[in-house]
């Protein structure tokens, strides 16, 4: 494994672990997500460079427009939910009340 390699599959397993084990706001949820889409975007990216074919250079293209639509949901989430109940906590939400 390469230190390129490395570095960027560590990213993702910090996202990841940051988005199991710190969920207490959804604002820090949504950049572990985040920080994980632009983990994936940069390894595709490396890929389809290294690959030098153009069939794979489209993959990373739609990852990048699929991350920005997560985001932009993402945070038309929290401005709802810090509207309603007031704080972005994930605790006090619940799923089970309108």
């Not at 739609?62 to 929290?78: D, T, V």
């Not at 810090?82 to 309108?98: A, E, K, M, P, V």
């Given at each position: ?7 960027f ?72 939910t ?17």
């Open positions: 494994m390469t230190s390129a390699q490395f570095a599959s560590s990213a993702f397993m910090l996202g990841l672990t940051g988005l199991a084990f710190h969920r207490t706001h959804l604002l820090s949820a949504l950049l572990c997500l985040e920080g994980m889409m632009l983990s994936l975007f940069i390894v595709l990216s490396i890929w389809s460079l290294q690959l030098e074919t153009v069939s794979h250079t489209v993959a990373p293209m739609l990852l990048l427009a699929f991350s920005a639509c997560e985001a932009s949901a993402g945070l038309g989430l929290l401005v709802a810090t509207r309603t109940h007031g704080s972005d906590h994930l605790q006090n939400l619940n799923l089970l009340q309108c």
